[in-house]
């Protein structure tokens, strides 16, 4: 199996910063992609930032310019650096992770998700 830690989340003023990190641990082989979601009650889950295991990233419209993704991949862990961060970044900030498990035979493929860390901005 797959253990997510995440950690890093806080309140924090309109246009302040706070860094988010999650570390994979368990039989991983391999993890494809690293990323994070958000949400606020009421409303669906969605997509912020991941990075793929090829170097790519993708950010949601909202953050780009302000939230950087990054992972270390000798580490299983990935990074969301939140700068000039606004009160509709307001949520829950979920770690999601692609990876592929080594089995005694073979492999299995899983998404793992964290607990859940809380990001308060006021304004």
């Known amino acids: 199996q797959v253990q997510l830690v995440e950690s890093g989340g806080g309140l924090v003023q309109a246009g302040g910063s706070l860094r988010l990190t999650c570390a994979a641990s368990g039989s991983i082989f391999s993890i494809n992609a690293m990323g994070w979601y958000r949400q606020v009650p009421g409303k669906q889950r969605e997509l912020v930032a991941v990075?793929?295991?090829?170097?790519?990233?993708n950010y949601r419209d909202s953050v780009k310019g302000r939230f950087t993704i990054s992972r270390d991949s000798a580490k299983n862990t990935v990074y969301l650096q939140m700068n000039s961060l606004k009160p509709e970044d307001t949520a829950v900030y979920y770690c999601?992770?692609?990876?592929?498990?080594?089995?005694?035979?073979?492999?299995?493929?899983?998404?793992?998700w964290g607990q859940g860390t809380l990001v308060t901005v006021s304004s």
């Open positions: 999601n992770v692609g990876a592929r498990l080594q089995l005694a035979i073979g492999y299995r493929n899983l998404e793992v």
């Open positions: 990075a793929f295991s090829d170097g790519s990233t």
